[in-house]
């Protein structure tokens, strides 16, 4: 089996902390409620699950919170509207059982010590990573995983090879890099992305769904015009300006590449039915906002952060390199040359089939 890299958030609840500075994905869980409640009211066979004394929900990639929170309560709310629709009564409602999955190095901690104690759930921890199996077969009626599945299981091969026409020498992402670059992401992608569907497509029952909120790059967009991809090229830029200056190595920053890859609209559709176990319901792109250079910087500090340190060491300055990055950040107007139609986050539910 391929080994599966890690890539953690920042724990804890500090100042720099992914619990304090996830405000973006917060507004998408928050902007895909009511879209959550469409699947739950006119997709999920509630028939099929009404006898049922438990319904269990996966929330992968859930972090450290508060946003796995919001997301599962949401799921939550809508069941019991469309069980009390379907006539059933408070007594007769199934209990819910929420499974939060992450990779090992997670702060479990962190999570449970902040669950809601006002909750309509029971919650358990499923440590492992997503591109694998995580449950039973059958055992999962729901799945939810929002800013996540962008994550590959590792980078992409080739582009850290300094005899590969993929070789990535000088940047940090695949925007605005050779194609061969582009398509070993491309490639990992569809790889990683067939393997969850698989994995998932054993675990979750007949007709449940699955619904996942990423960001996208729209059709017919080059990725070097999309702005998430944007903002990855600024902080290469900022390790490179770092490296000119002597305080990182530039062989060092010739091998890190962040293993993020932003799909295409017509890719996560293509992918879905290559696979061939499910079917997509609904696919909606969510409203955006334009981040300002130091908000962003924030966000980007406490997803990244910890992936740095552990590529250049502790003794990377974060201050400085984020200092930097909200910089450069300003100087390019990225926020001045923001498009919302370039910078999409998509909202996708599948169904699993019969076959």
Not at 229 to 258: H, P, Q, R, W, Y
Not at 296 to 306: C, D, I, K, P, T
Request: glycine share 6%; aromatic share 10%; net charge negative.
């Amino acid at each position: 089996m391929e080994e599966m890299v890690a890539f953690p958030m920042k724990g804890g609840s500090g100042l720099n902390s992914y619990t304090r500075n996830s405000f973006f994905q917060r507004k998408a869980t928050e902007d895909a409620k009511e879209l959550i409640k469409k699947a739950i009211d006119e997709k999920l066979e509630i028939n099929n699950f009404s006898s049922l004394n438990t319904f269990r929900v996966a929330d992968l990639g859930c972090s450290v919170g508060p946003n796995t929170f919001l997301a599962v309560q949401n799921i939550a709310d809508a069941l019991e509207h469309r069980c009390k629709r379907q006539g059933l009564g408070s007594h007769q409602l199934p209990e819910i059982q929420v499974f939060f999955s992450d990779h090992t190095s997670n702060d479990f901690n962190q999570l449970f010590d902040s669950l809601p104690s006002e909750r309509r759930y029971y919650a358990a921890g499923v440590p492992g990573s997503f591109h694998g199996r995580l449950f039973p077969s059958s055992s999962i009626h729901f799945f939810h995983s929002a800013h996540a599945l962008q994550w590959l299981s590792r980078v992409p091969e080739g582009v850290v090879d300094k005899s590969s026409p993929a070789w990535n020498k000088g940047r940090v992402h695949y925007s605005n890099s050779a194609d061969e670059v582009l398509k070993s992401y491309e490639a990992q992608y569809f790889k990683d992305m067939h393997r969850f569907l698989s994995a998932r497509a054993q675990e979750i029952v007949h007709g449940g769904l699955i619904a996942f909120v990423v960001p996208a790059c729209p059709n017919g967009t080059p990725h070097s015009q999309v702005f998430i991809n944007k903002t990855l090229e600024v902080l290469g830029l900022s390790l490179m300006d770092m490296a000119k200056k002597g305080m990182i190595s530039e062989e060092k920053v010739d091998s890190f590449n962040i293993p993020v890859y932003n799909a295409r609209v017509q890719q996560v559709e293509e992918v879905v039915k290559s696979n061939g176990r499910f079917s997509i319901e609904i696919m909606e792109s969510l409203s955006h906002e334009n981040p300002q250079p130091r908000a962003f910087a924030s966000v980007l500090r406490a997803g990244l952060g910890e992936l740095i340190i552990q590529h250049f060491g502790d003794k990377i300055d974060l201050d400085k390199l984020f200092d930097l990055y909200s910089q450069k950040f300003e100087e390019s107007s990225l926020s001045a040359l923001y498009e919302p139609e370039k910078a999409i986050t998509l909202f996708v539910l599948l169904k699993r089939t019969a076959n």
